[in-house]
């Protein structure tokens, strides 16, 4: 959907690089909302389910605050395990800018689903 490159840099840590521009931008030319919750929803997500090695997480819930805006250029997303190792997890994301500067945070609840790892695309064990 966007391009992005992952990376999970240790046990409950993800972060995520990828690039923002025009085709990205609302009416008011900068970057539109949904950008920003779906990379901080993933470097959540993958912070949380690096800890995980049978089953898919589900977003639950995700609150997220902008910061402020960004128009054009590298945008990182770092994610980070909270709480959390049965059935819920709780992790944090926050976006920074090309000069540091954070643009957005938010925090995520996720369940432990029933759809197992090794049945996805992305997800199995090498062979």
Request: net charge neutral; aromatic share 12%.
């Amino acid at each position: 959907m966007f391009d992005s490159r992952l990376e999970i840099t240790a046990p409950g840590r993800a972060r995520i690089v990828f690039h923002t521009g025009e085709k990205f931008h609302h009416a008011a030319g900068a970057t539109h909302g949904t950008l920003y919750f779906k990379m901080l929803d993933d470097a959540a997500f993958y912070a949380a389910n690096s800890l995980v090695s049978d089953r898919f997480l589900l977003t639950t819930g995700f609150n997220l605050h902008f910061t402020k805006p960004v128009r054009t250029g590298r945008v990182i997303a770092e994610g980070q395990w909270i709480s959390g190792k049965r059935r819920i997890f709780v992790a944090e994301a926050h976006l920074v800018d090309e000069e540091g500067e954070e643009i957005g945070r938010g925090t995520g609840t996720f369940m432990r689903s029933h759809i197992a790892l090794s049945g996805l695309d992305g997800y199995r064990q090498p062979e």
